[in-house]
């Protein structure tokens, strides 16, 4: 019997086998993606302002099937990824330092919880370990130094990280302007309602995100009925139509 790189019982298989978890763990992290500090080696080869809604959800479609695959496949693509940054670091003759690995390590478990307990329940404090744990895991096959030994450790470095390593920049201001471009104003508005009701408030406060009482109402509709329509416009709200496909193979379930 194959080995999952994440066990088929575990609670990160639920979490990220949900469209409209992984969708709302994609908003999140393109707020947070947008404030940090190592943003410009995303912008070093073009491929992030060029079509930043492809880079950002490729990156999160890429952690999932991570977490979906057999151990020795999980394994050859955290590899992989170890290969493609080393060769842009080679590229730009500098090296990416790796508290901006931990850092996007550390948005996809902060987001992952998030997502999952505002769409459907808290997590205990087992599963809390258990979406560190994976995560964790996938730092150490990458050989990165500095990482927390326990959900704890993690919860600490996270808190420092966001009072201390995000920051407004020229590229913050550039990738709204990119996803206002790629999104269009309604879908853009959405996504920025998805941030602001999911993010850290230090996220919040530095990108000036603003609630709304309307998602709110849609939000609590999609708990209290899960009704099917509410249900397609979570999946479709945040992405345009070309994404459809990859989408509807985001469900698990």
């Known amino acids: 019997m194959p080995k999952y790189f994440a066990d088929k019982a575990s609670i990160v298989r639920q979490i990220w086998g949900s469209a409209d978890t992984v969708l709302f763990i994609f908003a ?23 079509d930043p809604l492809g880079r950002l959800f490729s990156t999160v479609v890429y952690a999932r099937e991570i977490i979906f695959s057999e151990e020795e496949k999980a394994l050859a693509a955290i590899d992989q990824i170890t290969a493609i940054h080393t060769a842009v670091e080679n590229k730009r003759e500098s090296k990416i330092p790796d508290w901006a690995y931990r850092d996007v390590l550390f948005l996809l478990i902060d ?14 404090a087992e599963e809390l370990n258990e979406v560190f744990d994976v995560f964790n895991r996938v730092g150490i096959r990458m050989k990165l130094k500095g990482l927390p030994a326990s ?17 407004r ?22 996504l920025k309602q998805v941030q602001v009701n999911l993010s850290p408030d230090e996220v919040n406060e530095l990108l000036g995100l603003k609630k709304g009482a309307w998602f709110g109402l849609l939000l609590k509709a999609y708990k209290i009925s899960k009704l099917i329509k509410v249900n397609k416009l979570l999946k479709g709200a945040l992405l345009p139509n070309a994404y459809r496909a990859q989408i509807r193979g985001l469900d698990n379930k």
């Open 28 to 50: 999140g992290a393109a707020a947070e993606f947008a404030l940090n500090k190592a943003v410009d080696w995303l912008y070093f080869t073009g491929r992030l302002p060029a």
């Open 111 to 124: 987001y992952s919880i998030r997502s999952f307990e505002m769409l459907e329940r808290k997590l205990t």
């Open 151 to 167: 959900f704890g450790a993690w919860q600490q470095m996270r808190n420092n990280h966001l009072r201390e390593d995000l920051i």
């Open 169 to 190: 920049s020229e590229f913050t201001i550039d990738l709204y302007r990119q996803y206002q471009k790629h999104l269009g104003k309604i879908r853009f508005a959405i």
